[in-house]
């Protein structure tokens, strides 16, 4: 839960706010009109949060919001 809700939460700040209503966790990351920057703060700040640290194939295998969250998730439970 506090994965998720931090993630939405950096979502939000780098989204307008007329596309925040429609973010949830199965919102493609494509659809949410993030440039490349945006999407690396918001995976800095995951990382930096968690103490966890998500690879490149990783990072190109996310399709939706839930991908990023549980790939989080799996890190912190020593998943990897």
Do not use: P, W
Request: net charge negative; hydrophobic share 40%.
């Amino acid at each position: 839960m506090q994965v998720r809700n931090k993630t939405l939460q950096l979502i939000n700040r780098h989204t307008n706010e007329a596309d925040r209503a429609d973010v949830c966790l199965d919102s493609r990351i494509e659809d949410l009109a993030l440039d490349s920057l945006a999407m690396f703060e918001i995976v800095f700040e995951l990382e930096e949060c968690f103490g966890v640290e998500l690879d490149e194939q990783e990072l190109a295998a996310m399709k939706t919001l839930r991908d990023l969250v549980e790939s989080v998730e799996k890190k912190l439970a020593g998943e990897d």
